[in-house]
């Protein structure tokens, strides 16, 4: 059964640094999202893209968060100066198409920043 | 405000003992609501969709109910394989191609052998 992979399951990083976390979508699917977790809290959105570009974003989606397509298969997010508040476990998830269809998570990647 | 509130924040069970968990929803416009199972650490698994009150759906022990301003995942003999937090989700009518999907705070469900 097809799956959303995330690389790495966990980062640990230091304050200021910048991290990429990286997420293989299910392969015909064509919409994508970042989502995080931060431990004890709701899921939050961050981010949806579509055609090569964003699509919606959240409060959270700062100039310090950026997401790519850097090839017909990986989708990214990148933290540019990482926060002690940035720790969480940030979730990818695709969809086949817009709304309603249902959106498939990741396992995750935990960030931890020192 | 589009807003998710699920109800009992935590609910322990003997196996065999159905129950209900609640999700309210207030939101403008539902394009579909989403329940998923999540297990610690692990990401959300999908579990249902639903799209318009009245519609129910199965999978094995869960079944889900959607009415206007609620649903409800129904759990019937439970087993402890079944223990786990529950997510409902919703997405509203929005414009944007990919919309986003807003969660309540879930259920841990705890079953007992």
């Known amino acids: 059964e097809p799956e959303v992979t995330q690389t790495p399951s966990h980062q640990v990083t230091q304050m200021g640094q910048e991290v990429i976390l990286r997420c293989v979508p299910i392969?015909?699917?064509?919409?994508f999202y970042w989502y995080r977790q931060i431990l004890g809290q709701k899921v939050e959105f961050l981010v949806s893209f579509y055609n090569n570009e964003i699509s919606e974003k959240s409060e959270i989606f700062d100039d310090q968060f950026s997401v790519e397509r850097p090839d017909g298969s990986n989708f990214t997010l990148k933290i540019r100066s990482t926060k002690l508040e940035d720790s969480a476990m940030y979730f990818c998830?695709?969809?086949?198409?817009?709304?309603?269809?249902?959106?498939?998570f990741g396992p995750g990647t935990r960030l931890t920043v020192t | 405000e589009d807003q998710v509130t699920q109800s009992p924040e935590a609910l322990r069970l003997q196996e065999g003992e159905s129950s209900s968990l609640n999700c309210s929803y207030t939101v403008s416009g539902l394009r579909g609501l989403f329940w998923y199972r999540q297990d610690p650490g692990k990401g959300p698994e999908f579990l249902f969709t639903l799209y318009s009150a009245g519609e129910e759906k199965e999978k094995e022990r869960l079944k889900a109910t959607l009415t206007k301003k609620e649903s409800f995942l129904h759990i019937t003999a439970p087993k402890p394989e079944d223990s786990a937090t529950y997510l409902c989700a919703v997405q509203a009518r929005q414009y944007s191609s990919a919309s986003k999907i807003i969660f309540g705070s879930g259920t841990r469900l705890s079953i007992r052998p």
């Open positions: 998830a695709s969809s086949e198409g817009p709304g309603p269809n249902e959106q498939y």
């Open positions: 392969s015909n699917h064509l919409y």
